[in-house]
């Protein structure tokens, strides 16, 4: 069972049509989320780390929100630079060494 | 300048061969990583080294062993490469376990 799922798998919006990915989570004893973006032929780059419910966070368009079972991430009026992979990730007690859990991601498209 | 960088970026190997790849961070963590990102992009942990202490993902072939000279080098060794290593392999680290993780650029492998 993932621990750890993304939502939807791909998106296409258009430029500067708002939306929000979806990053929910089974594990208990949840210590940070993390959210990263991914650009093809690159490693993951560091957008946001969440750690308690209620938690919000922004850099430029973006904003990460988070609950109890899920995150958010909200893209307002998105670019067409901001076309890439949203990597979501987890760190738990029930891990025991604390490593971070990816989603699988979602491919995020926008159109000019 | 480069925080965590990762030789060589692109490799291509015959089935059977042995190959390292090599991982420095000038960061001044005192925890790294080996992730495997496979066809379907998706993140997986490998090993996670923090203060000496090696922690092994009992998924890993005991062809792969991670090998660290000092906190901020970490290689990845392969013996007898097969089909399935064919991925691409990142390395990172992280001040403290769990905390956030800053990837490198990633090094394509290829085993023909």
């Known amino acids: 069972e993932d621990q750890v799922t993304q939502s939807p798998e791909a998106l296409r919006l258009q430029e500067g049509e708002s939306s929000s990915l979806n990053c929910s989570y089974t594990?208990?004893?949840?210590?940070?989320l993390f959210w990263y973006r991914q650009d093809p032929g690159k490693g993951p780059e560091f957008l946001f780390t969440?750690?308690?419910a209620g938690e919000e966070k922004e850099k430029e368009r973006l904003k990460a929100t988070l609950t109890k079972k899920e995150s958010f991430l909200h893209i307002t009026a998105p670019k067409p630079e901001d076309s890439a992979t949203y990597l979501c990730?987890?760190?738990?007690?029930?891990?025991?060494?604390?490593?971070?859990?990816f989603g699988k991601g979602t491919k995020l498209s926008v159109i000019p | 300048d480069t925080a965590v960088s990762q030789t060589p970026k692109y490799l291509v190997t015959q089935m059977g061969n042995d190959k390292s790849i090599k991982c420095e961070q000038n960061l001044g963590h005192d925890t790294m990583y080996w992730y495997k990102q496979d066809s379907k992009k998706f993140l997986k942990i490998m090993f996670s080294y923090n203060n000496k202490e090696l922690i092994i993902n009992e998924t890993v072939p005991n062809r792969f062993s991670p090998k660290s000279p000092d906190k901020a080098h970490l290689n990845l060794h392969i013996n007898s490469l097969e089909l399935g290593d064919s991925a691409v392999y990142f390395c990172?680290?992280?001040?403290?376990?769990?905390?956030?993780?800053?990837f490198g650029e990633g090094s394509w492998l290829t085993v023909v």
């Open positions: 990172a680290s992280s001040q403290g376990l769990g905390n956030t993780i800053y």
């Open positions: 594990v208990s004893g949840l210590r940070g």
């Open positions: 990730a987890v760190s738990y007690s029930g891990a025991g060494s604390y490593q971070l859990t």
């Open positions: 969440l750690y308690s």
